[in-house]
Nanobody
Framework: QVQLVESGGGLVQAGGSLRLSCAAS????????MGWFRQAPGKERELTAA????????YYADSVKGRFTISRDNAKNTVYLQMNSLKPEDTAVYYC????????????????WGQGTQVTVSS
């Protein structure tokens, strides 16, 4: 079955950077959007960034535009999230996700999920 495995989370000071990676396996991912949701304590899971198979459609939440960059390597079935200028409000568990088709904001449209990786930004 499909597996998504995240890596790269950790503790960083405000203003620092982290790079998350998510490797997909167990299926064929042609035509799949891959992305990242995040969930802070006491809050709903929200779409942070997503990228279509071709890379031609990319979505960013307003809160991360200009600071985060999503990219993918289809040969490796891997998606990346480069996070720069991190803020304490970026602290959350970050979940890798995938769906067939273009990026959408509705969490119910995403079929596959990773276990999540914790990102903590200290002030």
């Amino acid at each position: 079955q499909v597996q998504l495995v995240e890596s790269g989370g950790g503790l960083v000071q405000a203003g620092g950077s982290l790079r998350l990676s998510c490797a997909a396996s167990g299926g064929t991912f042609s035509g799949y959007t891959m992305g990242w949701f995040r969930q802070a304590p006491g809050k709903e899971r929200e779409l942070t960034a997503a990228i279509s198979w071709s890379g031609g459609t990319i979505y960013y939440a307003d809160s991360v535009k200009g600071r985060f960059t999503i990219s993918r390597d289809n040969a490796k079935n891997t998606v990346y999230l480069q996070m720069n200028s991190l803020k304490p409000e970026d602290t959350a568990v970050y979940y890798c996700t995938a769906r067939h088709g273009l990026p959408v904001g509705n969490i119910r449209e995403y079929d596959h999920w990773g276990q999540g990786t914790q990102v903590t930004v200290s002030s």
